[in-house]
Structures are given as structure tokens and as C-alpha cells.
T-cell receptor, first 109, second 111 residues
Framework: KNEVEQSPQNLTAQEGEFITINCSYS?????LHWLQQHPGGGIVSLFM???GKKKHGRLIATINIQEKHSSLHITASHPRDSAVYIC???????????FGKGTKLTVNP | DTGVSQNPRHKITKRGQNVTFRCDPI?????LYWYRQTLGQGPEFLTY????????KSRLLSDRFSAERPKGSFSTLEIQRTEQGDSAMYLC?????????FGQGTRLTVV
């Protein structure tokens, strides 16, 4: 079992739909990252959070430390949101990020 | 553009050859990370520098791999005697006090 699990692995949505991607982790963490990776490999950091909730535009990230669970939500999804979304946990006491396998999101027009 | 640049973007090499990749983070990034990503998988941690000191190395980093950050700014990752299993995307990330910023990666193909 991976230390960081994401679900679903693949997600197809219609433009305008509300998207939720889930991340569960089994390690103790000091922070959790949500990342976006486009075809070609470039990774963009969306959020780094250690508690509560953060919002940036149409993106919302939440984390529940007690349940070791985080979610990434996309409101009013758009085809340009199509990408792989990766959850990465920063292990407590370490600088090592442990990555999930990613969720491939496809938003159709 | 995250400000972290990696060169080259693509590298095709013959098995047995040595390759070297470079990462230039933002000047404020005292921490620098190397990751490897194979198809369909999330990135895997390889090594981490704080300034010029290499503080953590994954067991994935065999003795054919070496990384340096001589002046605490840019970093190089060298793979000696490349094998087909080394084919992957090699990602570099820089970090200050906030989020990590990733480069575009170097895609290595060993033929």
C-alpha cells in the first residue's frame, strides 16, 4: 500500500461540473501539497496546506489532519483544467515529499 | 514559468553513456530536490540539498547516480553507465519558506 493514495485515478467531467479529487495518507506530515502536471511534464504547485482550507480562484483545497485526508475541489470546471493532479505529503521531520500516483482529469467541452 | 529551469528538456542517450542534467532554481531557494518520474507514476524522491549540503539521499540513488550543488545555487545530476531502466522524467524543485516550485523536467530516454 502506498503511503499516499489518490482517488479516482481517472476522472472525466463535462465543462461546468464540480470536481473532487481525494487524497489519503498514512504518514505523519508537516504539510500537504496539491500539484498540477500538464502533458510534457511541467509541474505547478497549486496549494501547500497544513490545516483547514485554502482557496485560489476556482480551486479549493481542504485537509483533515485527524482523518489524514485532503480534497481538491474545482468549481465550474473548464477544459483547460484537464491535467494530472498530484497530492504530495511532506513527511514530518523530513524534507522528503511522498507523492501519490496522480489523478488524470479530462474536462470535455 | 515557475522560475526553476532545467536543461536539457530532452536527452536521448545510448546505454552505457554518461549523462548530466542541470537545474537552476530561484536564488531564494535554499532547498533543492531531485525527483524521478516514470510513466503513470507519481514522482519519487531522489535527493535533497540545503544550500550546498546534500542532506538526504534515497536508496533509489544507486552508486551510478551523483548529484552536486557546489555553490548552493544550481545543481547537477549525473548518471553514469546509463541503463534502459533509467529512462524517466527527472524533475528538480526549489523551495524557500513557502511552496516548492518545480522545473519542467528533463526527459531521459536510454536506447
Amino acid at each position: 500500500k502506498n503511503e499516499v493514495e489518490q482517488s479516482p485515478q481517472n476522472l472525466t467531467a463535462q465543462e461546468g461540473e464540480f470536481i473532487t479529487i481525494n487524497c489519503s495518507y498514512s504518514v505523519g506530515i508537516s504539510a500537504l501539497h496539491w500539484l498540477q502536471q500538464h502533458p510534457g511534464g511541467g509541474i505547478v504547485s497549486l496549494f501547500m496546506l497544513s490545516s483547514g482550507k485554502k482557496k485560489h480562484g476556482r480551486l479549493i483545497a481542504t485537509i483533515n489532519i485527524q482523518e489524514k485526508h485532503s480534497s481538491l475541489h474545482i468549481t465550474a470546471s473548464h477544459p483547460r483544467d484537464s491535467a494530472v493532479y498530484i497530492c504530495a505529503a511532506l513527511q514530518g521531520g523530513s524534507e522528503k515529499l511522498v507523492f501519490g500516483k496522480g489523478t488524470k482529469l479530462t474536462v470535455n467541452p | 514559468d515557475t522560475g526553476v529551469s532545467q536543461n536539457p528538456r530532452h536527452k536521448i542517450t545510448k546505454r552505457g553513456q554518461n549523462v548530466t542534467f542541470r537545474c537552476d532554481p530561484i536564488s531564494e531557494h535554499n532547498r533543492l530536490y531531485w525527483y524521478r518520474q516514470t510513466l503513470g507514476q507519481g514522482p519519487e524522491f531522489l535527493t535533497y540539498f540545503q544550500n550546498e549540503a546534500q542532506l538526504e539521499k534515497s536508496r533509489l540513488l544507486s552508486d551510478r547516480f551523483s548529484a552536486e550543488r557546489p555553490k548552493g545555487s544550481f545543481s547537477t545530476l549525473e548518471i553514469q553507465r546509463t541503463e534502459q531502466g533509467d529512462s524517466a522524467m527527472y524533475l528538480c524543485a526549489g523551495k524557500g519558506e513557502g511552496s516548492a516550485f518545480f522545473g519542467q523536467g528533463t526527459r531521459l530516454t536510454v536506447v
